[in-house]
C-alpha cells in the first residue's frame, strides 16, 4: 500500500502491523524493509511518488468525464424516471436501450439520455401541475401516486424525495447537468461555483422553463434556507390577503414555507401570529 496522499498515513498503518508483530514486504519495490535510514527515506519516496500518481491520475479522470458530459454523454449512475439511457457507437449511431442493471461493454460505446415513455411524461407533468397550480406537498403528491398505483420506474413505490428530484432535476427541460459537486481524494463533498457545472443539451423539454421555475421557487421556500424576516414577510402578505391564518392555509400557500419550517425557525406557530400581529379566535 501507498497511494494515501497523508505519507503519515501509510506510517501509521506500517506502525500497527509491526505491533501486531506482522511484517510488511514491499514486493513491487527495488528495497528491502530493514528499517535502515537509507531504505526509510527510499520508502518515503516511494510512497510520495504513489500519491502523486494517484492525484494525477484523478485529474486526468475528472477531466475526461468532463469532457464527455460537454458532448452530452452520461456519466454513470441509473437511468433517470421519464428518461431512457441509449447506448451509441463511436459515430453516436443509436445502438439499443439498455435496461436496469444493463452497460455498456466497449470503450468505444457510450451512453445518452433520450426521452422515454409517454406515461412517465405525462407523470411527470401532473406533478408539476399538483405542485405548482395544486400546491401539494412532496408527500401528499407521493401518496397520490401510490393510490393511483402508477409506476415509480425503477423503484417499488413512490416517495417525497424521489418526487423532489423530479422537480429539482433539469433534465426535464433537456439539460443534463454535471459536476454539481466535488469530493476529490476522499475529501468532503462541496458544491463547485455555477461556472464549472457542465449543462449540455440533449432532448426536447417536458416541462417549460416557467413552470420548472415556479416549482424551484417553491421548493426553495420550503428548504429552512430562507431568512426568517423574509418568511414572516410572506406569512403577513397572506394575512393581508386572506384576513385570518391557520397551519392548512400556510401549508397550501405556493409562496410561504410550510408550518413546520416556521414551527422549526420560531418554536411554534402561535410564536408566527404573534410577530405578524395575528390573533387566533375561538377554542385556539
Sequence with gaps: WGRFHNLHETGHYEFICFEAGAPVIYCAEPFENDGTPVMNLLKQIKRLQAAEFSRELSIKVINGQLLQAKIGHKIGGPRRYGFDRMLVDQNERPIQI???????????????????????????????????????????????LNNLQIPAGDREAWSANMVRRILSDELVLGIYVFNRTTQRLKSKSRKNPPDEIIKTKMTEPII????????????????????????????????????????RLIDQCPYTPCSTVLCRQFGSIFEVYRQVGYNPQGRW
Aim: one cysteine or more.
Design 98 to 144: 439498455l435496461r436496469r442493471g444493463e452497460t455498456k461493454a466497449l470503450n468505444s460505446h457510450r451512453v445518452v439520455y433520450v426521452r422515454g415513455s409517454e406515461e412517465e411524461a405525462q407523470t411527470i407533468k401532473d406533478i408539476f401541475r399538483w405542485y405548482t397550480r395544486d400546491c401539494l406537498c412532496l408527500t401528499e403528491i407521493a401518496r397520490r
Design 208 to 247: 417549460s422553463r416557467v413552470q420548472f421555475s415556479s416549482a424551484a421557487e417553491r421548493l426553495r421556500i420550503r428548504r429552512r434556507k430562507v431568512p426568517k424576516e423574509e418568511n414572516l414577510a410572506a406569512v403577513a402578505r397572506l394575512l393581508k390577503s386572506k384576513g385570518y391564518l391557520s397551519m
